[in-house]
Structures are given as C-alpha cells and as structure tokens.
C-alpha cells in the first residue's frame, strides 16, 4: 500500500471519527424516539470510579447533553461539590449551538463558587463550583467534564442514568475499578426491560443503556426514585472523614455508628443531670417521663444545621448542644437519648430518609444511606418516633415527614432496619360539624367547627403560628369556591395532648345561593368539596399508588330562608369501592332546616395502573355530588 492510499484512509478515519464527535454535539443528530415528551437529551454519560484504597478514591465524570427548551435548562447540571476531603483536579465545561458548533468555553476558575448550605446552616466546609449560563437560542448543548479525588469511600457515587423526568438519555456508562483485595457490593434496581450491558471482573464492574426514552410524571404514582434504573455500590472496607468501617450487613453499619461516631457523645454536666433527675422526680412511669424531656428539649434548644468534616454524620456531643441550646438533627437527637438516659429510659438513634415521598432505607442492601435522624423509644406494646428538630410538633408525633418507612435503627448490639409509624386511614381523619343560614337574598352565614388528627392534623398546625391577616387570606383560599367571603372569626387551637388541630371559624358570603326567578339552588355542600381531580391519561404508564388514606366525617345544619320552600331535593348517595367509599345522608328536620351528613374515605395502597381510571371517575364522582344542589321555590302570597 502506498503512502497516498494510507493518506486516504486516514482522512477518511478521521473524518469519520470526527462526524460521530460532532453528532453528539449537534441536536439534528438525536434520534426521533429520543425527542418524545423530552426537554433535554443526555447525548453521552460516562462516569468512572477509581477505589485506589480504603481511604483513596477518583472519580471522573463526562456528560454530554442536549437542552431543547427553556424547561430543560434544569437538567443541565453542570455543577460540583468539594470540601476539605474532596479535591477537585479538573473542571470544564463547553457549550455549543445546535448545529454543534463550540461557542463558550467555561475552565475551573471561571465557574461560580459558593458555599453549598443555606442561611440555616451554622458553619459548613461544604461548597460548590457551578456553571452560571443564559441560552441566547435553543436547542444547545453542553459538555461538563470533571475529576475528583477523595479520601472518603464510604459513598460510591451509583449507576443512575435517569435523574429526573423530560429526560432522556442516548448513551450512559458506568465503570468502576478496584483493588483485588477490596469488596464491592452492588445492588440492581429497575433494570428489568430495558437494554444493559454489564461485564464483571475480578476488578472490575461495569454498566453501560441506550436509548432510554423520557419518562412523563403522572398523578398518583410512584416516585421517580422508586421507578428509575439504577446500581447501588458499597466497598465492604470504607473511610469516612478519617474514620474506618468495615460493613456487610445493616448489623455491622449500626454497630459501626454506635461505636465510631456516637460512643462518647452523650456526656452532660453534672449541673443538667441533677436537673433533669429533678424534673422527672414525680412523674410515675416512663412516658411521662419521656414527655417533660422532650419538651425540655423543644423549650430549651432549636435546630440549625451544621455540616463540617465528621460533624456532617457524627453528632456534636450532648454536654455542647447543651450549652448552646442548638444543634442538627445529628445533635438534637443524640442531646435528647443522652437526656432520656439520666431518666433510665431506653432510646436508640435512627437514621432515614425524611420527606413527604416516604423514601426507604434499603432494608437489603447496607451502605451510607440516610439524610436525617431521629429517636426511637422501645416500648412494651409498640416503638415511639420522635422528631427532636420541632420546636412544635407533640411529643411522639412524626407527621408525613418521616412516617410509614424503613429506617435503620442503631443500638449499642448493632443495627436493625424497623418501619416508622404508618397513619391509618381511621387516624387521619377531619370531623366537621357546621351550621349555616341561608338569608333571602341569597347570603350564607357559617359557623363551623374541625377537628383535625394524624395526616390531617400535621398538613393544619403549622397555622398556629400564622398572623390573623395570613389566616384570612388561607381561610378563604381553602373555600375558594365560596364568593364574597369575610371572616367574622377565627379561633384555632393546637391540642398537643389529643394531637388534635381544632379550627372554630364564622364567616359571611354574599350570593352564595343562585337565584332565578321564583326559585333558589343552594349547593348544600359549602363547607368540603372535592375540587381536585385527577389527571387523564389515555395510555397510563405507572402504577396508582395513594400514599396516605384519610377520613372526612361532617355533619352540617343548613337553615332555608321562611319566605321559600323546598322544590325538589337531591337523593342519598352511597358509593363504596376498593378506593374507599363516599356517602351522603340529607334529612329534613323541618320545612326549614335540613340536616347535610356526608363521609368520604380513601383508602392507601399501591394498585395496578389499569385501576386508575376507575380512581379518577371515583373522585369525578365525589366531586360531582359534593355539587348537588336543593332547589327552593318562593312561597306565592
């Protein structure tokens, strides 16, 4: 072969080689599946993971991705965190318009830096370098490529290809490499129908997808956590901040907790253990006990966050929570378990996921998980949660920010995964009792006592603290369907002993009732309507899933204006299906008062996505009743 012909091939090569770089660049290159229900495209998604040691760790990521609108800039995510044990080695980040031509070049020094923690934060070494960028057109494309090293092991960043919905991903990779006398564990989730490679070696591990379309969020579904593909990794042997751990199971994680972050932390001074003694002297068993500390604590102390070094999962110690009065959750928790102690009462330390989507520790799969603590009291019958960040909150009462989910609970024995409390459909209840008068002209004037528990009582007592202006306006965004409100009065009441939010509200509305002509349509239901429906969605892609069940029970008196009499009155109403029930009961007391009884239940549970039809014409139902009207004809003179 002659010189000229190799000069050939390697122009062709090149050039080859150089329309497949720029198709990852260019947006007119993405295939048409790709585009469907997607704001941005992930072009390329390699990350590579380097476990030197114990102690040692680098971690290189490249991602390239396509932004096709203005709600796609969201999943550009071209930022990093570091702190004192994260030592970034490259950063960069370039942009090109949609033909795939390069128009900004971003190096490390150019991107923002900041501190990584809000204004609620006490002091943090945490930080992080973000891009700052203002699309001029769409689509465009961005390449973020950075590397890292970092004496902490304990997180082994995991394969997640899909972070997030309107999002899909062409090509996405995952490798990690590891010294041979090392463990890794893994842990596949979601992986089931869709397109993995996946090669295993004494060393090494690796993934790679393509072609993932983007996923539309739909009502009533899982979380996207719970849905998404993804790989957890763990190295048996780890360091965090300095401090080993050799783990296998959650037995081995919450023993490692116990005596590597917390043994030792629960001093207190001589001064606030005679206190304490002092303040459960009287008190005759252990929950009463239990409950003057706790509200010592909730007087005594309030949270801020603090996220230096270890101090980010080992708490500060009691005796210094104590001094200061604050402290995190970290702190908070382990102040409250060593306050218990002095009692003799028995607490362990407990680690979650906190947050309204009920995120599980994974009950198989032992590794750094968690990003929220609190107390777990054992007790003869059943274990009491307490959430020791809450200034407000009754004692033992966790509301949906950290319910019905697995946790690991630490013990000085070892660890042990237990679910928190799951509020019944029966406990998160609202009970109404109304009266209302229904003038001639049309006007209503309401009186209307609600007692709301479990759920219902966590979604209402922030409001305690509300001023009277901000209450009016919540007051009447709640009846929004009821015009021309004004509050006479509002009363509420935090019953911290029943865990019950009593509401006591009267109020005038002018042109409640429609009038026309000789007759009247009053809509009974004022006072709790069912407003929300759910979405359709002509090819369901999800699973229905209610996450909490609840129960209304009202009982309103209704009084008609003298000068009308009643036409025609809507018929009882009895539905009950595997969603819950709804039933409606309408007595006629007098020619003038009527007596509006209604109940409606829905019940928690995950169902087949074939169901959600059915739900959704359930709560078009509901809502369609909770519209009846009764119609009154003016008596002739």
Sequence with gaps: MNVKSIAIIFILFSSTYLFSQENLYSSASIPENLTQNANAVVRLHQVNVSLNAINNMDVSEKRIITVLNKQGNENINAYLHYDNNVKIKELEVRVFNQLGNE????????????????????????????LEYTPISYPYTVEFNYSLNTSNTAFIVPFMPIDGYFLSVQNSSYTINFLSDLTIRTKEINLEGIDVTKEELSNKISYSVKNLEAMKPEDYSPTLVDMSPKVLFASKKFTLEGVPGEVENWYDFGKWIYDDLLKGTNDLSAETVSYIQNLVKDEKNNIDKAKKIYQYVQDKSRYISVQVGIGGWKPFNASEVDRLSYGDCKGLTNYTM????????????????????????????ASMQGNHAILSIPTENDTLWLECTNQKVPFAFIGDFTDDRDVLVVTPEGGKIQ????????????????????????????????????????????????????LDTYYKNRWDYVNGITINNMQITNDKDRVAFIEDI?????????????RMLITLNALN?????????????????????????????????SDYKIEAMPNNVSIVNKFGSYH??????????????????????????????AFREFNMEVSKQDNTKVVLIKNQP
């Design 419 to 470: 679910r928190t409390k799951k509020y019944t459909t029966e406990e998160n209840s609202q009970d109404l009792k109304g009266h209302y008068t229904v003038s001639s002209t049309g006007d209503i004037h309401v009186k209307v006592n609600v007692s709301s528990k479990g759920i219902q009582y966590d979604n209402k007592y922030v409001y305690e603290t509300q001023t009277k202006r901000d």
């Design 103 to 130: 128009i900004i070049k971003v190096k490390k020094s150019d991107f923002k830096d900041v501190s990584a923690v809000d204004g609620g934060t006490l002091y943090s070494d945490s930080r992080v370098k973000y």
């Design 584 to 613: 409606i009961e309408i007595e006629k007391k007098d020619d003038y008062t009527l007596l509006y009884k209604r109940q409606f239940i829905v019940n928690d549970g995950e169902f087949p996505k074939e169901d959600y039809e």
């Design 506 to 518: 009267s109020f005038v509305a002018s042109n409640y009732s429609k009038i026309a002509g000789d």
């Design 338 to 365: 060593s306050l218990l102690k002095v009692a003799n009462i028995e607490s362990n330390y407990t680690v979650l996921y906190a947050g309204e989507n009920q995120r599980n520790m994974d009950p198989y799969f």
């Design 529 to 561: 309507r069912q407003t929300e429906i759910p979405n359709r969605y002509r090819d369901r892609k999800f699973p229905l899933k209610i996450k909490r069940g609840f129960k209304d029970v009202d009982e309103v008196e209704i009084v008609l204006p």
